[in-house]
Nanobody
Framework: LLTLVESGGGSVQAGGSLRLSCIAS???????MAWFRQATGKEREGVAS????????AYADSVKGRFTISRDSAKNTVYLEMNSLKSEDSAMYYC?????????????????????WGQGTQVTVSS
């Protein structure tokens, strides 16, 4: 069983930056870690993902060039560096762990393949 705890959210003005952290504890055979977000009244969407095996990262088109996902295996932590924030980035951000061998897997930014979820951290960007 894996527990994920996010932190680092907050309120920032447009153009500002935030760094989210996700600490994982416990055990799971997870091959991918990802950040998702959900704005009020909208579907949860994938923002960025990274392979736990040292592979590449994937980003949603809306955040490419502004957000960077990284991980520190020694600390069991995944980060999301968010720069040039826009009001449309405002949402609850969730950390997730998944496995591409999951029969529900449809891609690194698709939520169905992710089994473990954190409680979320709120990001609010004011214009």
């Amino acid at each position: 069983l894996l527990t994920l705890v996010e932190s680092g959210g907050g309120s920032v003005q447009a153009g500002g930056s935030l760094r989210l952290s996700c600490i994982a504890s416990g055990y799971s055979f997870s091959t991918q870690m990802a950040w998702f977000r959900q704005a009020t009244g909208k579907e949860r969407e994938g923002v960025a993902s990274i392979s736990t095996g040292g592979g590449g990262a994937a980003y949603a088109d809306s955040v490419k060039g502004r957000f960077t996902i990284s991980r520190d295996s020694a600390k069991n932590t995944v980060y999301l560096e968010m720069n040039s924030l826009k009001s449309e980035d405002s949402a609850m951000y969730y950390c997730a762990a998944g496995n591409e061998y999951n029969p529900k897997w449809r891609g690194p930014l698709e939520k169905d393949g992710y089994t473990f979820w954190g409680q979320g951290t709120q990001v609010t960007v004011s214009s």
